[in-house]
């Protein structure tokens, strides 16, 4: 079986058409192992998992673990729980009674 640095040299031997297309079919390789294993790990630990409300409503997602979560889970799980009957409140604060914004200095790099 050949080592990757022949394998390398082998193919640098190649038309360049030919390299491109090996090139292509390793980073799609790469890729799906990649979404393949991010996927797993996703459903693994239940990030997917869509349950029942308890009213019978529409089913709701839920997540695991606990809203310290890192990532899009976390996210999610920070969310004020929409279901309960409370009514929405928008509040709006007057940009012009609070203190004026101090102007930024240019910054300039010399190069």
């Given at each position: 079986m050949k080592t990757i640095i022949e394998h390398i040299e082998h193919v640098k031997g190649k038309p360049h058409h030919i390299r491109k297309r090996v090139a292509f079919g390793i980073t799609v390789g790469v890729t799906t192992l990649i979404a393949f294993v991010w996927?797993?790990?996703s459903l693994a630990t239940g990030a997917f998992a869509i349950g029942e409300s308890s009213r019978g409503e529409q089913p709701a997602v839920t997540t695991s673990g606990t809203a310290t979560t890192?990532?899009?889970?976390?996210?999610?799980?920070?969310?004020?729980?929409?279901?309960?009957?409370a009514p929405v409140r928008i509040e709006i604060i007057d940009a012009a009674s609070s203190a004026p914004v101090k102007k930024a200095e240019?910054?300039?790099?010399p190069f």
């Open positions: 996927l797993a790990g890192n990532g899009l889970a976390g996210a999610v799980a920070a969310l004020p729980d929409v279901t309960t009957d240019q910054t300039i790099l």
